[in-house]
């Protein structure tokens, strides 16, 4: 399991002024009130605000932001209220925690208010903070990793949600990596059998694209 401190190191690699007593601290609160959960997989759900947080550190964003990755589960999945985390980390994280579990509110409405609904409110999280839209994009990315662990339908809802509105959306963002990953994720789990033979398929054809790429990098 991926360590805090393994996540502040990148966060001061890339931000030397960062407060990492700020990351600490969301981290302790996570690990407190996330305390006996686990998920799917049986593995204690303190990893995945952990995964996410390096995620977002990969990413290059600010201490806020990864402390709020950090945060980003506990009002949905306990019993903490936004007046609490307002008081323990101010302002600024309260409301990208608030647009996080806004959006996350969405998965309880049918399937075709969802997605119409789902983009409006993503849209709206963007005009007032992007990095709402950066959290929620490392959250689903790391859901889409783990999803093995998840019932056979429950996997092709969330990835045909992916393909429909978080992908795009790492599109629009210029993010093609994420996007990449996700939509090779979401195809994994549509399509099984589709996505094996085409991997066999790339696979077969790796060694003459790579001469091929080799040949442009030297022109």
Do not use: C, W
């Amino acid at each position: 399991m991926i360590r805090i401190e393994d996540v502040i190191a990148k966060v001061q690699d890339n931000r030397p002024a960062s407060d990492v007593d700020l990351i600490r601290r969301a981290y302790l609160f996570s690990a407190l009130h996330h305390r006996g959960q686990t998920r799917a997989s049986g593995e204690p759900y303190l990893v995945h605000p952990l995964e996410v947080a390096e995620i977002l550190a990969d990413m290059r964003l600010d201490d806020v932001s990864v402390a709020t990755g950090l945060l980003h589960d506990v009002v949905e999945d306990t019993l903490v209220d936004l007046d609490t985390i307002k008081e323990y980390f101010g302002g600024e994280i309260v409301g990208l925690v608030d647009g996080l579990t806004k959006i996350a509110h969405i998965s309880n409405l049918s399937k075709e208010k969802q997605q119409a609904e789902n983009v409006r409110k993503m849209v709206l999280a963007m005009l007032t903070d992007v990095r709402v839209v950066l959290i929620k994009l490392a959250d689903r990315l790391h859901n889409m990793r783990t999803m093995q662990f998840l019932k056979p339908e429950k996997r092709a809802r969330i990835s045909q949600e992916t393909l429909d509105i978080y992908a795009p959306i790492a599109h629009r963002l210029g993010m093609g990596k994420m996007r990449s990953e996700l939509e090779d994720l979401s195809f994994q789990n549509l399509y099984p059998d589709e996505y094996k033979r085409l991997s066999r398929e790339v696979d077969a054809r790796r060694p003459e694209l790579e001469a091929a790429l080799d040949r442009i990098q030297a022109t």
